[in-house]
C-alpha cells in the first residue's frame, strides 16, 4: 500500500538503517515534482519510486536494513507496476545471501555517497590531509577578515543574496568544467525551492565572508545526535576547504560523529574534491537492470 508522503519521515526514522539522502523528505521535495514520489513501507525498510527525476531515468530504490529475496520481490513487483526497468538497493547487511555474486548486483559508483568523520575534518591532522591543510593556509594568508554565521535558514531575511550567490558559483562552474547546463539549471532550481521550503524544514546555514564579501554557504541538517547530511556547499576563491573546515568544528564542538556530503554524480572534479577529503566510508548503492 502506498502511503500517504506526510507520514513518510515517520516511517522512514523507523527504519535501523543509514538512511542514503536520497531518501529524506527535504531532497525529495528539492529535487522531485511531489506527485511523482511513491513509497512503500515493507518489513525491516522502504520502498522508494522516483517518477521522471531530474538526474537519470525513473527507478525503484529499496532501503533496508536486511536484503533478502522477499524484499528483492517487492521490489521487482513495484517496478513492474510503474513500467520501470531499475530498481536500486541501499542496505545495512545481507540476509540468506552468500554473497554480492549470486545477487549479479552492480556498483552505482556516482551514487555512493561520502560519510566524514567531523572531528577529522575539524582538525586536519596527519599527512593525508596535508594538502587540505595547505588551502587552509593558503585562505588565511589571502584574506584579512572572515566571518561565519551559524543560522537557522528560515531565519535568514535575505534569501535573494543567497540565491544569487548560488547562480554565481554556478555560472563559474560551468564556465571552468563545461559541465551540462540543463543539470547546473536543474541544480539551481532544486537551491529556489530549498529556499522556498525552508519554513516546513529543519535547516540549518553555515555563511561565510571573506573579507565582508559572502564567499561560501552550506545548508544541512541535523538528522539526529551523530549525523548530519549537506544539502548544497557552494564558495569562491578557493575556499571550499576552508568552509568545511568551521563547518565541521562547529559541528564536531557539538558533538556530532558523521557527515554526509552525498554522492558525485560522476562529475570528475566534485570526485576529486571529495575524494580528497579523505571519507570514513562511502555508503553504496547497488543496481540492477530488468
Not at 536500486?88 to 552505482?108: A, P, Q, R
Request: glycine share 4%; with cysteine.
Amino acid at each position: 500500500m502506498i502511503s500517504d508522503i506526510n507520514n513518510y519521515s515517520f516511517q522512514l526514522n523507523k527504519l535501523d538503517v543509514i538512511p542514503t539522502s536520497d531518501f529524506l523528505l527535504s531532497t525529495l521535495l528539492f529535487w522531485n515534482e511531489i506527485e511523482n514520489i511513491k513509497f512503500y513501507t515493507i518489513d525491516n525498510g522502504v520502498i522508494l519510486v522516483q517518477l521522471y527525476p531530474p538526474f537519470g531515468i525513473s527507478n525503484v530504490h529499496l532501503l533496508t536494513s536486511v536484503l533478502n529475496q522477499k524484499n528483492i520481490n517487492l521490489a521487482k513487483e513495484t517496478a513492474k507496476i510503474f513500467d520501470i526497468k531499475k530498481i536500486k538497493f541501499t542496505f545495512n547487511h545481507l540476509n540468506e545471501f552468500d554473497s554480492l555474486g549470486s545477487l549479479n548486483l552492480k556498483e552505482d559508483y556516482d551514487e555512493f555517497e561520502y560519510i566524514y568523520n567531523l572531528n577529522e575534518l575539524a582538525k586536519l591532522e596527519g599527512s593525508k590531509f596535508k594538502k587540505q591543510r595547505n588551502a587552509y593556509s593558503k585562505a588565511l594568508k589571502e584574506f584579512n577578515n572572515f566571518r561565519t554565521e551559524f543560522l537557522n535558514l528560515n531565519d535568514v531575511k535575505n534569501k535573494d543574496e543567497l540565491y544569487l550567490f548560488c547562480n554565481e558559483c554556478i555560472a563559474i562552474k560551468s564556465e571552468k568544467n563545461n559541465l551540462n547546463k540543463d543539470n547546473l539549471l536543474q541544480e539551481l532550481a532544486a537551491f529556489k525551492k530549498c529556499l522556498d521550503l525552508s519554513n516546513r524544514l529543519n535547516l540549518k546555514i553555515l555563511k561565510l565572508y571573506a573579507d565582508e564579501k559572502l564567499s561560501g554557504i552550506l545548508i544541512y541538517e541535523e538528522l539526529n545526535n551523530e549525523w548530519i547530511v549537506g544539502h548544497f556547499s557552494k564558495s569562491i576563491n578557493g575556499l571550499g576547504v576552508y568552509l568545511l573546515k568551521e563547518f565541521s568544528s562547529f559541528l564536531n564542538e557539538k558533538n556530532f560523529k558523521y557527515f554526509n556530503f552525498q554522492e558525485d554524480r560522476g562529475v570528475p572534479s566534485l570526485r576529486y574534491f571529495k575524494e580528497q577529503l579523505n571519507p570514513v566510508f562511502l555508503l553504496k548503492t547497488y543496481f540492477i537492470n530488468l
